[in-house]
């Protein structure tokens, strides 16, 4: 009868539909019957209150409750399936689940889906920054901020205007990206658009500070429990993310103050330059200075005290300007800086 019906039961040679749903007919089929279950050929898919959410075209789709496989079950009920098509230009490049909504993404487009079930869901549409065609694995939930990678860089998005977080990488474009979370920090593998080059960026969502990891191609993330895990692209291996003090917490660093001067006529004779720094067990500090453009010279190596507290004077020579140059390797905290000096005249 050219009608998409329900099919409620499969049996060795019996299937059983709702009731009424040949009413009228007299009609008998003795050729060949074929039964088939059609699924949409989703260009991006994800899960929310229970139903396998999908895009495909322009037409937003979502299965029946509970049932993944079943999208064309229309009785007017809470639990059927749902479909709308949108006018918006473009290919959709990724959709997740946010709070109690359904996000779809395209490149500067956003459509959100809002209500619990089919006679309440509406659609509505944001012009903002959307996702970066490849890089629809690049959206991650932190503490409730939905991170992901725009066309103009990495995004946060909380439910009103996603803010661009990437202003620091300058006019480095990225694309391909994915990414992962250990539940505090925003771990993103991307590669570089003009030299091909990958590189794995973490984010601290708390300090709002980026770093660069190394060159990992990482394919894809899982999170198992508290320990991030990554695919890698170059071996196939699969590595975790260790957050433990004896790996994190011992990497190389380096700080370079701006150069530091003081509003006084004449010549400054520095006697002496205080720090205050805090180590954690096993870390040193080395610090530079550099005299009125002169060639870094060491000024002092200090490693952690019983205490992890370490004092550390630095004893500049007569000048204008100097700047200051710390490095060392563990967990370092500068508490304070305190600086004593003489003016004298100005030849």
Request: proline residues 3%.
């Amino acid at each position: 009868n050219n009608q998409t019906l329900v099919l409620r039961g499969v049996s060795k040679d019996t299937l059983t539909f709702s009731t009424d749903s040949f009413a009228g007919s007299t009609d008998t089929e003795k050729n060949t019957v074929t039964v088939a279950r059609e699924v949409p050929d989703f260009a991006c898919v994800c899960e929310s209150a229970n139903r396998l959410w999908g895009a495909e075209g322009n037409t937003i789709w979502a299965s029946a409750l509970g049932d993944p496989l079943t999208f064309y079950n229309y009785e007017g009920l809470s639990t059927d399936a749902y479909a709308v098509a949108v006018g918006t230009d473009g290919a959709f490049t990724g959709c997740t689940a946010y709070s109690s909504n359904v996000l779809f993404f395209k490149e500067h487009v956003l459509h959100k889906v809002l209500g619990s079930m089919p006679s309440e869901y509406r659609v509505y549409d944001y012009t903002v920054p959307g996702v970066q065609a490849g890089s629809h694995k690049s959206m991650v939930v932190v503490n409730e901020i939905l991170y992901y990678k725009g066309v103009d860089g990495v995004y946060a998005y909380n439910g009103s205007t996603p803010s661009l977080i990437s202003a620091n990488f300058g006019l480095k474009r990225f694309q391909k990206a994915a990414a992962g979370t250990d539940g505090g920090h925003y771990y993103i593998s991307m590669e570089d658009a003009e030299s091909g080059a990958w590189g794995l960026f973490v984010y601290d969502t708390a300090a709002g500070i980026w770093l660069r990891e190394d060159e990992t191609h990482a394919v894809d993330f899982a999170r198992q429990d508290t320990v991030l895990h990554f695919l890698d692209a170059g071996d196939g291996g699969v590595y975790a993310m260790d957050q433990s003090d004896e790996w994190e917490g011992r990497f190389p660093w380096m700080a370079e103050f701006t150069p530091m001067d003081d509003t006084v006529y004449g010549k400054r004779g520095y006697s002496k330059l205080w720090l205050k720094c805090e180590l954690a067990p096993g870390a040193w500090l080395k610090a530079e200075i550099s005299e009125d453009g002169a060639p870094w010279h060491d000024a002092g190596i200090w490693s952690d005290s019983t205490r992890g507290t370490v004092i550390a004077p630095i004893f500049p020579t007569r000048c204008d300007t100097f700047r200051l140059r710390l490095s060392g390797m563990g967990r370092c905290v500068v508490k304070n800086m305190v600086r004593e000096f003489d003016v004298g005249s100005e030849r």
